[in-house]
């Protein structure tokens, strides 16, 4: 019985980690279409977005028959409670990805980024893959150096979310009031789809040495 335990702990975190794999996806394609106005794939990343809510339900489901039958405890209590918390968050990080890919497709056949701002969100796109991808290798090894990367290009893309804002603001743009509320959106989006792997980071932090409050800590992120 204890064996057949041990699997399903092991099936949640896996799919975890299938989860996080879709939204990797999913943000690799909303990016994509955001920099190219291609509206095709920003249509796949809206038509696919089921298919991570999908999953995210069946494992919450796991995950709360899990903790309501065995009652685990200790380590095996912490790893239910991280994995329908994680889940919550890679939810809402392919709802983000979606949000992106609607931007693209409400503005079709013209391109949602204005213009002068096409290096920025480029490279806001690519740190937010960057982060997807090194959250995969997170849940999957739970290595916390991965946690610390996660953080640092958060930081990065933090920076870049205020240059948005400073140019929007400024007196230099040039841009009329929808452009200025596509690029503050967008810019919102990306920004939070990092800010929602930090939040993952530190849940695996937590799982990996059963302290919260010590999960910001640069020492337990392994810096």
């Known amino acids: 019985m204890r064996e057949v335990f041990h699997?399903?702990?092991?099936?949640?975190?896996?799919?975890?980690?299938?989860?996080s794999e879709l939204v990797t996806e999913a943000i690799e394609k909303a990016t994509a279409a955001f920099a190219?106005?291609?509206?095709?794939?920003?249509?796949d990343v809206i038509a696919n977005d089921d298919r991570i809510d999908a999953l995210v339900l069946s494992t919450d489901e796991i995950a709360i028959e899990t903790l309501a039958m065995q009652q685990p405890v200790a380590q095996d209590l912490r790893v239910i409670v991280t994995a329908l918390?994680?889940?919550?968050?890679?939810?809402?990080?392919?709802?983000?990805?979606?949000?992106?890919?609607?931007l693209v497709r409400s503005r079709y056949p013209e391109r949602a980024i204005p213009k002068g701002l096409k290096k920025t969100f480029t490279k806001?796109?690519?740190?937010?893959?960057?982060?997807?991808?090194?959250?995969?290798?997170?849940?999957?090894?739970?290595?916390?150096?991965?946690?610390?990367?996660?953080?640092?290009?958060?930081d990065d893309i933090d920076e870049l979310h205020a240059s948005v804002y400073e140019r929007v603001l400024a007196d230099t743009f040039t841009g009329e009031i929808p452009h200025a509320i596509d690029a503050t959106l967008a810019?919102?989006?990306?920004?939070?789809?990092?800010?929602?792997?930090?939040?993952?980071?530190?849940?695996?932090?937590?799982?990996?040495?059963?302290?919260?409050?010590?999960?910001?800590?640069?020492d337990s992120l392994g810096a």
Not at 36 to 43: F, M, P, R, Y
Not at 125 to 152: F, M, N, P, S
Not at 193 to 213: C, E, M, N
């Open 124 to 154: 806001m796109g690519e740190l937010d893959v960057q982060v997807a991808r090194t959250l995969t290798k997170l849940l999957k090894t739970q290595d916390l150096q991965y946690a610390t990367l996660i953080r640092d290009t958060d």
């Open 7 to 19: 699997d399903t702990l092991e099936d949640i975190q896996g799919r975890l980690a299938e989860i």
């Open 187 to 218: 810019s919102r989006y990306h920004e939070r789809f990092a800010d929602h792997a930090v939040s993952v980071a530190k849940k695996v932090v937590y799982l990996a040495t059963g302290d919260w409050a010590g999960s910001d800590d640069e």
């Open 85 to 102: 918390r994680v889940s919550a968050s890679l939810e809402r990080m392919g709802d983000l990805a979606e949000h992106i890919a609607q």
């Open 36 to 43: 190219s106005g291609d509206v095709s794939l920003a249509e």
